[in-house]
């Protein structure tokens, strides 16, 4: 079973609580019936590398998938 290195974003930074507020209430993501989840994980790798913040709390939080 191959597994990949999970790098979460710091909840508390305020640049991502507000995109997944703003992307969750947001009636036009559910009537289109958006990928979420592939939004949430397209804005998530793009902000893990410009946010230094974000990158701390990844590596101090870092988990494991499969």
């Known amino acids: 079973m191959k597994g990949r290195w999970v790098y979460p ?8 609580a ?6 969750c209430e947001d009636p036009m993501t559910s009537a289109m019936g958006a990928p979420v989840g592939d939004i949430l994980a397209a ?16 590596v101090e939080n870092v988990d494991t998938a499969y």
């Not at 507000?18 to 992307?23: I, N, Q, V, W």
């Open 9 to 16: 974003l710091d909840p508390d930074c305020s640049d991502v």
């Open 18 to 23: 507000e995109y997944t507020t703003a992307l």
């Open 43 to 58: 804005f998530e790798a793009k902000h893990r590398n410009e946010c230094k913040r974000c990158q701390q709390y990844g």
